[in-house]
Protein backbone atom coordinates (compact mmCIF):
# COMPACT_ATOMS: atom_id res chain seq x y z
CA UNK A 1 0.00 0.00 0.00
CA UNK A 2 0.85 3.69 -0.37
CA UNK A 3 2.03 5.66 2.05
CA UNK A 4 0.35 8.66 1.70
CA UNK A 5 -3.06 8.62 1.70
CA UNK A 6 -4.46 10.89 -1.52
CA UNK A 7 -7.45 13.05 -1.44
CA UNK A 8 -8.99 12.85 -4.94
CA UNK A 9 -10.56 16.06 -6.93
CA UNK A 10 -14.60 16.02 -7.88
CA UNK A 11 -13.62 15.09 -11.56
CA UNK A 12 -11.55 12.37 -10.10
CA UNK A 13 -14.26 11.08 -7.92
CA UNK A 14 -16.73 11.04 -11.15
CA UNK A 15 -14.43 8.89 -13.22
CA UNK A 16 -14.65 6.65 -10.01
CA UNK A 17 -18.14 6.20 -10.22
CA UNK A 18 -18.70 5.20 -13.60
CA UNK A 19 -16.12 2.66 -13.10
CA UNK A 20 -18.06 2.06 -9.27
CA UNK A 21 -21.74 1.76 -11.21
CA UNK A 22 -20.03 -0.69 -13.97
CA UNK A 23 -18.58 -2.96 -10.91
CA UNK A 24 -21.90 -2.40 -9.14
CA UNK A 25 -24.19 -3.48 -12.53
CA UNK A 26 -22.52 -6.94 -13.42
CA UNK A 27 -21.65 -7.98 -9.96
CA UNK A 28 -26.30 -7.68 -9.57
CA UNK A 29 -25.94 -9.29 -13.36
CA UNK A 30 -23.80 -12.23 -11.94
CA UNK A 31 -26.11 -12.66 -8.95
CA UNK A 32 -28.93 -13.54 -11.27
CA UNK A 33 -26.89 -16.02 -12.53
CA UNK A 34 -25.72 -17.88 -9.10
CA UNK A 35 -28.18 -21.14 -8.77
CA UNK A 36 -27.23 -24.53 -7.74
CA UNK A 37 -25.52 -26.37 -10.57
CA UNK A 38 -23.31 -23.59 -12.13
CA UNK A 39 -19.30 -23.53 -11.48
CA UNK A 40 -17.73 -20.35 -10.06
CA UNK A 41 -15.92 -20.50 -13.93
CA UNK A 42 -19.06 -20.14 -15.50
CA UNK A 43 -19.51 -16.68 -13.45
CA UNK A 44 -15.70 -15.74 -14.47
CA UNK A 45 -16.44 -16.23 -17.82
CA UNK A 46 -19.80 -13.82 -17.67
CA UNK A 47 -18.05 -11.39 -15.89
CA UNK A 48 -14.66 -11.06 -17.97
CA UNK A 49 -17.13 -10.89 -21.39
CA UNK A 50 -19.01 -8.59 -19.90
CA UNK A 51 -16.29 -6.00 -18.83
CA UNK A 52 -14.86 -6.18 -22.29
CA UNK A 53 -18.25 -4.89 -23.45
CA UNK A 54 -18.41 -2.03 -21.23
CA UNK A 55 -14.64 -1.47 -22.25
CA UNK A 56 -13.22 -2.18 -19.06
CA UNK A 57 -10.25 -4.03 -17.59
CA UNK A 58 -10.57 -6.12 -14.85
CA UNK A 59 -8.67 -4.77 -12.17
CA UNK A 60 -7.92 -8.76 -10.10
CA UNK A 61 -6.38 -9.96 -13.24
CA UNK A 62 -2.90 -10.17 -12.60
CA UNK A 63 -2.55 -8.19 -9.65
CA UNK A 64 0.03 -9.82 -8.09
CA UNK A 65 -0.22 -12.93 -10.23
CA UNK A 66 -3.84 -13.57 -9.16
CA UNK A 67 -5.57 -15.64 -12.42
CA UNK A 68 -9.00 -13.94 -13.07
CA UNK A 69 -11.72 -11.18 -12.79
CA UNK A 70 -13.81 -12.79 -10.14
CA UNK A 71 -13.14 -13.46 -6.69
CA UNK A 72 -15.69 -16.30 -5.86
CA UNK A 73 -15.36 -17.34 -2.33
CA UNK A 74 -17.78 -20.75 -1.09
CA UNK A 75 -19.35 -21.15 2.11
CA UNK A 76 -16.15 -21.31 4.67
CA UNK A 77 -14.02 -18.76 2.14
CA UNK A 78 -13.51 -15.57 3.31
CA UNK A 79 -12.29 -13.97 0.10
CA UNK A 80 -9.89 -14.50 -2.75
CA UNK A 81 -11.77 -17.76 -3.99
CA UNK A 82 -10.06 -18.46 -7.06
CA UNK A 83 -13.17 -19.38 -9.69
CA UNK A 84 -13.07 -23.01 -11.08
CA UNK A 85 -15.48 -26.34 -12.06
CA UNK A 86 -16.91 -26.56 -8.65
CA UNK A 87 -20.38 -26.87 -8.62
CA UNK A 88 -22.84 -24.53 -6.62
CA UNK A 89 -25.30 -26.61 -4.90
CA UNK A 90 -28.78 -25.70 -2.81
CA UNK A 91 -28.09 -24.51 0.55
CA UNK A 92 -24.25 -22.98 0.13
CA UNK A 93 -23.82 -19.25 -0.10
CA UNK A 94 -20.76 -17.54 -2.47
CA UNK A 95 -19.15 -14.34 -1.96
CA UNK A 96 -18.81 -12.60 -4.91
CA UNK A 97 -15.78 -9.24 -5.28
CA UNK A 98 -15.13 -7.57 -8.29
CA UNK A 99 -12.64 -4.60 -9.00
CA UNK A 100 -13.00 -2.40 -12.29
CA UNK A 101 -10.63 -0.47 -14.04
CA UNK A 102 -11.79 2.71 -16.25
CA UNK A 103 -9.56 5.90 -17.33
CA UNK A 104 -6.92 4.84 -14.57
CA UNK A 105 -9.19 4.30 -12.22
CA UNK A 106 -10.39 1.69 -9.61
CA UNK A 107 -13.42 0.15 -8.03
CA UNK A 108 -14.10 -2.41 -5.96
CA UNK A 109 -17.10 -3.95 -4.36
CA UNK A 110 -18.55 -7.05 -3.17
CA UNK A 111 -21.54 -9.14 -1.95
CA UNK A 112 -22.86 -12.79 -0.60
CA UNK A 113 -25.43 -14.31 -2.22
CA UNK A 114 -27.47 -17.57 -1.11
CA UNK A 115 -27.38 -20.30 -3.54
CA UNK A 116 -31.42 -21.61 -3.92
CA UNK A 117 -32.55 -22.16 -0.05
CA UNK A 118 -30.35 -21.78 2.57
CA UNK A 119 -30.86 -21.46 6.48
CA UNK A 120 -32.34 -19.28 8.48
CA UNK A 121 -28.44 -18.57 10.37
CA UNK A 122 -26.98 -18.03 7.12
CA UNK A 123 -29.67 -15.91 5.99
CA UNK A 124 -28.99 -13.62 9.34
CA UNK A 125 -25.29 -13.98 8.41
CA UNK A 126 -25.75 -12.06 5.24
CA UNK A 127 -27.96 -10.03 6.58
CA UNK A 128 -25.65 -8.76 9.64
CA UNK A 129 -22.88 -8.32 7.47
CA UNK A 130 -24.54 -6.16 4.85
CA UNK A 131 -25.76 -4.06 7.97
CA UNK A 132 -22.77 -3.80 8.90
CA UNK A 133 -21.06 -2.36 5.99
CA UNK A 134 -24.17 0.44 5.79
CA UNK A 135 -23.81 1.55 9.33
CA UNK A 136 -20.53 1.99 8.70
CA UNK A 137 -20.76 4.10 5.36
CA UNK A 138 -22.65 6.78 7.50
CA UNK A 139 -19.62 6.87 9.47
CA UNK A 140 -17.64 8.05 6.44
CA UNK A 141 -17.90 11.44 6.95
CA UNK A 142 -15.10 14.81 7.00
CA UNK A 143 -14.29 14.98 10.72
CA UNK A 144 -14.33 11.10 12.00
CA UNK A 145 -11.81 9.24 11.59
CA UNK A 146 -11.10 5.67 10.49
CA UNK A 147 -12.00 4.07 13.79
CA UNK A 148 -15.10 4.87 13.59
CA UNK A 149 -15.98 2.93 10.20
CA UNK A 150 -13.94 0.40 11.75
CA UNK A 151 -15.68 -0.12 15.18
CA UNK A 152 -19.19 0.47 13.35
CA UNK A 153 -18.54 -2.89 11.62
CA UNK A 154 -17.14 -4.25 14.86
CA UNK A 155 -19.71 -3.53 17.13
CA UNK A 156 -22.74 -4.42 14.93
CA UNK A 157 -21.40 -8.30 13.83
CA UNK A 158 -20.28 -8.75 17.58
CA UNK A 159 -23.68 -7.67 18.79
CA UNK A 160 -25.43 -10.32 16.85
CA UNK A 161 -22.76 -13.17 17.75
CA UNK A 162 -20.66 -12.65 14.77
CA UNK A 163 -16.48 -12.58 14.58
CA UNK A 164 -15.04 -10.23 11.96
CA UNK A 165 -11.76 -10.94 10.21
CA UNK A 166 -8.83 -9.03 11.63
CA UNK A 167 -5.98 -10.65 9.29
CA UNK A 168 -7.76 -8.53 5.85
CA UNK A 169 -9.22 -5.04 5.91
CA UNK A 170 -10.66 -2.47 3.59
CA UNK A 171 -8.36 0.25 1.65
CA UNK A 172 -8.12 3.60 -0.03
CA UNK A 173 -8.44 3.14 -3.57
CA UNK A 174 -8.14 5.29 -6.62
CA UNK A 175 -5.53 5.44 -9.28
CA UNK A 176 -4.37 2.07 -7.33
CA UNK A 177 -6.72 -0.49 -6.57
CA UNK A 178 -4.58 -0.59 -2.59
CA UNK A 179 -4.08 2.98 -1.21
CA UNK A 180 -3.70 3.98 2.26
CA UNK A 181 -5.82 4.08 4.72
CA UNK A 182 -6.18 0.89 5.78
CA UNK A 183 -9.72 0.49 6.95
CA UNK A 184 -9.87 -2.59 9.50
CA UNK A 185 -12.65 -4.38 10.54
CA UNK A 186 -12.75 -3.76 14.16
CA UNK A 187 -10.96 -0.59 16.16
CA UNK A 188 -11.62 2.13 18.35
CA UNK A 189 -14.21 5.10 18.02
CA UNK A 190 -12.01 8.32 17.23
CA UNK A 191 -8.95 6.35 16.60
CA UNK A 192 -6.82 5.64 13.52
CA UNK A 193 -6.52 8.74 10.40
CA UNK A 194 -9.09 11.99 10.37
CA UNK A 195 -11.10 11.36 7.45
CA UNK A 196 -10.87 14.56 4.93
CA UNK A 197 -13.09 15.74 1.85
CA UNK A 198 -11.67 13.80 -1.14
CA UNK A 199 -10.60 10.46 0.86
CA UNK A 200 -12.32 7.23 -1.05
CA UNK A 201 -12.32 4.19 0.69
CA UNK A 202 -13.52 0.85 0.15
CA UNK A 203 -15.46 -0.67 3.28
CA UNK A 204 -15.38 -4.09 3.11
CA UNK A 205 -17.33 -6.35 6.18
CA UNK A 206 -15.47 -9.69 6.26
CA UNK A 207 -17.98 -11.61 9.24
CA UNK A 208 -17.60 -15.04 10.27
CA UNK A 209 -20.08 -17.09 11.72
CA UNK A 210 -17.38 -18.78 13.87
CA UNK A 211 -14.09 -17.33 14.99
CA UNK A 212 -12.11 -14.51 13.43
CA UNK A 213 -9.22 -16.97 12.80
CA UNK A 214 -8.26 -17.66 8.95
CA UNK A 215 -5.71 -19.77 7.31
CA UNK A 216 -5.07 -19.78 3.43
CA UNK A 217 -5.03 -22.81 1.18
CA UNK A 218 -2.50 -24.20 -0.54
CA UNK A 219 -3.29 -22.07 -3.94
CA UNK A 220 -1.69 -19.15 -1.99
CA UNK A 221 -5.10 -17.19 -2.56
CA UNK A 222 -8.05 -18.43 -0.82
CA UNK A 223 -8.41 -16.95 2.77
CA UNK A 224 -10.47 -20.24 4.41
CA UNK A 225 -12.04 -19.55 8.63
CA UNK A 226 -9.76 -21.71 10.77
CA UNK A 227 -12.74 -23.37 12.56
CA UNK A 228 -14.26 -24.29 9.01
CA UNK A 229 -17.44 -21.91 9.91
CA UNK A 230 -19.25 -19.90 6.99
CA UNK A 231 -18.20 -16.36 6.26
CA UNK A 232 -19.88 -13.17 4.29
CA UNK A 233 -18.50 -10.53 2.45
CA UNK A 234 -19.84 -6.80 1.32
CA UNK A 235 -18.30 -4.03 0.12
CA UNK A 236 -18.35 -0.51 -1.36
CA UNK A 237 -16.29 2.37 -2.55
CA UNK A 238 -17.32 5.33 -0.52
CA UNK A 239 -15.93 8.97 -1.00
CA UNK A 240 -16.06 11.13 1.89
CA UNK A 241 -17.53 14.79 1.19
CA UNK A 242 -18.64 17.84 2.62
CA UNK A 243 -22.06 16.69 2.15
CA UNK A 244 -21.56 13.32 3.59
CA UNK A 245 -21.24 9.75 2.18
CA UNK A 246 -21.38 9.51 -1.43
CA UNK A 247 -21.16 5.46 -2.36
CA UNK A 248 -19.79 5.26 -5.64
CA UNK A 249 -20.57 1.54 -6.34
CA UNK A 250 -24.23 2.20 -7.37
CA UNK A 251 -26.28 0.98 -10.43
Known amino acids: ?72 SVNDEIVHGIPSHRRLKEGDIVSLDLGVVTEGYYSDAAITVPVGDISEPLKKLLRVTKESVALAIEKARVGNRV ?14 GFAVVRDLCGHGIGRQLHEEPQVPNFGRPGHGPLLKAGMVVAIEAMVNAGGYAMRVADDHWTALTADGSFSAHFEDVVAVTRNGPDILTQP
Open 1 to 72: MKDKIVCKSDAEIEKMRLSGRITRQVLEEVQRRVHPGVTTLDLEGYVERRLQEFGAAPAFKGYRGYPACLCA
Open 147 to 160: GDISATIQEHAESH
